[in-house]
């Protein structure tokens, strides 16, 4: 099995910063891709960032310049930092990862921003 559990999400002003992790557990062989999604009320479920086991990073267009994903392979842990947030990227922010072709979803952090 394979567990996945996020931390940092909470409430910020607008303009302010937050840093999601999520740490990856279980019968792990190699991670391929790693990610970050979200979910706003009413709203479908988008990707945000993506991360390759290379390093080669993909951002959707809202976040780009203000996003940055990262992770630590030895760790298996994957993180989005979050910049110069905006009352639009109030969500629940889930991450996710490829193992083999399979796809794993942690159980999600909110993430609230005010205006």
């Known amino acids: 099995q394979v567990q996945l559990v996020e931390s940092g999400g909470g409430l910020v002003q607008a303009g302010g910063s937050l840093r999601v992790s999520c740490a990856v557990s279980?019968?792990?062989?190699?991670?391929?891709?790693m990610g970050w999604s979200r979910q706003a009320p009413g709203k479908q479920r988008e990707l945000v960032a993506a991360?390759?086991?290379?390093?080669?990073?993909n951002y959707a267009d809202s976040v780009k310049g203000r996003f940055t994903i990262s992770r630590v392979n030895a760790k298996n842990t994957v993180y989005l930092q979050m910049n110069s947030l905006k009352p639009e990227d109030t969500a629940v922010y889930y991450c996710?990862?490829?193992?083999?072709?399979?796809?794993?979803w942690g159980q999600g952090t909110q993430v609230t921003v005010s205006s």
């Open positions: 279980g019968s792990i062989f190699s991670i391929d891709f």
């Open positions: 996710w990862v490829t193992i083999r072709g399979d796809e794993y």
């Open positions: 991360i390759a086991s290379g390093g080669s990073t």
